[in-house]
């Protein structure tokens, strides 16, 4: 079973009030849902919300920092290989994840610090470039900054 799959996919619910609801905020929402057919698990078709999404997160993502080629695609590789590797071997898995928690736990830190003091980005521009907000950049550079312990 593959389960980061089913993790990745978005949850599906009775009815779209709580997604429709974050999308009206955002300005996102069409004019009306559709009924779904009545057996399927859901009651509306979000397939126009979806693909306003998808819309949304393209924008944000040509906006950020982008990675070298060579970088995305090791990432994307390494992705794939875990994802094998946590169906066939979890434990093999785990000890993977824990050697990029370590990589995660040098990097981050010296980069948060150049990106911040060394290079002093300002706050607006880390945001953009992470694809987040500013508040959401502050708080991931903090967690740089102060690791929690185990």
């Not at 009545?38 to 906006?63: F, G």
């Not at 990432?75 to 995660?104: N, S, Y």
């Amino acid at each position: 079973m593959d389960l980061r799959r089913h993790l990745r996919r978005p949850a599906r619910r009775a009815d779209a009030g709580g997604l429709r609801l974050r999308l009206a905020c955002a300005g996102l929402v069409p004019d009306r849902l559709e009924p779904g057919p009545r057996r399927e698990p859901y009651t509306y078709d979000t397939s126009p919300l979806a693909q306003d999404w998808k819309i949304h997160i393209e924008d944000v993502e040509a906006r950020t920092v982008p990675l070298p080629a060579e970088l995305a695609d090791l990432l994307q590789r390494l992705d794939q290989h875990l994802d094998r590797l946590a169906d066939d071997a979890p434990l093999a898995a785990l000890k993977a994840v824990r050697a990029l928690e370590t990589i995660i736990a040098t990097t981050g830190p010296a980069a948060a610090f150049m990106a911040v003091s060394g290079a002093e980005i300002p706050w607006s521009r880390i945001a953009e470039g992470l694809g987040t907000t500013e508040s959401e950049a502050r708080s991931r550079l903090r967690r740089y900054e102060y690791p929690r312990r185990p």
